[in-house]
């Protein structure tokens, strides 16, 4: 793993999203890594941004072009609870299916869970039970404490401007899949990502 450094707090990278929906431009999301506290878990997210890890013969594997496959709410002990993220990062189905990691296999463990989703903007692993982060990650629109010791936070978005985006993504229109998510009806994708 390379050592990381960037424009953030005490030298922890800075990424980025530029966002469209529906094919139009809609906005940059800045997010800070929290590589001083989740080494492991912040590079994964770093590397699928700026599209350094590589698949089969050689092709950039990462966020660009993905779609937030998930916006709104989720189930909490069978009980919908509506509008408290958006999710993304399934790159190889886009459909919240497929995982992958930069460490040789689909998932990795869980780093940490010393950070808390105790505010708005907190980027969290999407997993699938205990030990199974891969690329899929969250960004959350309140405060989520109910996903605390179950998800891995491992950065924030930066800025307001940057949680603008996020509240217009939350707002998107979208179809109702059953309790299971909210997919949007036009796509939101990552047009482009990278490191500041």
Not at 56 to 68: E, L, N, Q, R, T
Not at 111 to 132: C, I, Y
Not at 162 to 179: D, L, Y
Not at 190 to 196: A, D, I, R, S, Y
Request: aromatic share 8%; hydrophobic share 30%; glycine share 16%.
């Amino acid at each position: 793993m390379s050592t990381i450094t960037g424009i953030g707090e005490d030298g922890q990278p800075v990424v980025f999203f530029d966002i469209t929906l529906g094919g139009e431009p809609l906005g940059r999301i800045k997010i800070l890594l929290y590589s001083n506290k989740v080494p492991k878990t912040a590079e994964n997210f770093r590397q699928f941004c700026t599209g350094e890890t590589r698949g089969p013969g050689g092709k950039p594997m990462g966020y660009k072009g993905s779609k937030f496959h998930r916006v709104g709410g989720g189930q909490r002990r069978r009980r919908w609870i509506p509008n408290f993220m958006i999710q993304g990062g399934d790159f190889l189905n886009g459909d919240g299916t497929g995982s992958i990691c930069i460490f040789g296999s689909k998932t990795f463990p869980d780093e940490s869970f010393a950070l808390k989703h105790d505010r708005e903007g907190v980027l969290s692993m999407a997993n699938s039970g205990p030990n199974t982060n891969g690329s899929q990650f969250f960004l959350t629109t309140v405060a989520t404490s109910f996903l605390d010791g179950k998800h891995v936070v491992f950065g924030r978005v930066l800025d307001d401007a940057s949680m603008e985006v996020v509240r217009k993504i939350e707002k998107t229109r979208t179809h109702n899949r059953g309790g299971v998510g909210d997919r949007p009806v036009n796509d939101v994708v990552v047009g482009g990502c990278g490191e500041m």
